[in-house]
């Protein structure tokens, strides 16, 4: 099992619309969860972390999680084209200072 | 301020050969990550340094190390290139230590190794 799961994708949706995009961890103990962005070609960028189990809003993003299911959520509202890139779920598993990142998922804002 | 500053940007090597990649992380930030990418996957943990010292390392073989300097700047060496060690190396800092909070990494442009 992965420690970090992702759908690659590439998810599509239209111009407007809420895309959502879902990762699962395996470690029960696991401290913070980051959502960071990547376009083609470029490094990671953070959009924002959360570490408390609920919702956390940043303008148009929404990261959720849910420590009892291992899951947690990035919601982008009113999606625009330029949101188009890969999104990585990354996780400080517990006791250590490293973070382990999933595969990422792609997504494709349609104009 | 500077970001996070990576070199070189590009370099290729040959099969056996060794390479030496260097990061200087965002002033103020004791904490430096190294990261491999490799196209279509998300970045790999290969080393965290905090403070000069070694706090966390991935599941590299032995041909991979590290250190950081006093001035918090660090270098990643790959020893005996193989193929697959063909990626782009993400260096990370951050201001990560006991009791910090959330660990959040700032990413430098990237060094991408070509190994023929």
């Known amino acids: 099992q992965k420690e970090v799961e992702q759908n690659s994708g590439p998810l599509s949706v239209p111009e407007g619309a809420i895309a959502s995009l879902n990762c699962t961890y395996s470690?029960?103990?696991?401290?913070?969860f980051f959502w960071y962005r990547q376009y083609s070609g470029k490094s990671p960028e953070l959009i924002m972390f959360i570490y408390s189990n609920g919702d956390k809003e940043d303008g148009r993003f929404t990261a959720q999680l849910n420590k009892a299911s291992q899951y947690v959520s990035l919601l982008i509202r009113d999606s625009q084209p330029s949101d188009s890139a890969t999104y990585l779920c990354a996780v400080n598993p517990r006791g250590g200072f490293k973070t382990i990142f999933g595969a990422g998922t792609r997504l494709f804002v349609k104009a | 301020d500077a970001g996070v500053t990576q070199s070189p940007t590009h370099l290729i090597k040959t099969r056996g050969q060794h390479v030496t990649l260097r990061c200087s992380p965002i002033s103020g930030h004791k904490s430096v990550s190294w990261y491999q990418q490799v196209l279509g996957q998300g970045p790999q943990f290969i080393f965290q340094?905090?403070?000069?010292?070694?706090?966390g390392r991935g599941n590299f073989p032995d041909r991979f190390s590290a250190r950081q300097f006093p001035n918090y700047s660090s270098e990643l060496n790959v020893n005996a290139l193989l193929l697959g060690d063909s990626a782009l190396y993400l260096c990370a800092s951050s201001t990560a230590g006991p009791n910090t909070g959330a660990n959040v990494l700032t990413f430098g442009a990237g060094s991408r190794l070509t190994v023929l």
């Open positions: 470690d029960r103990g696991s401290q913070s």
């Open positions: 340094y905090y403070e000069k010292e070694e706090r």
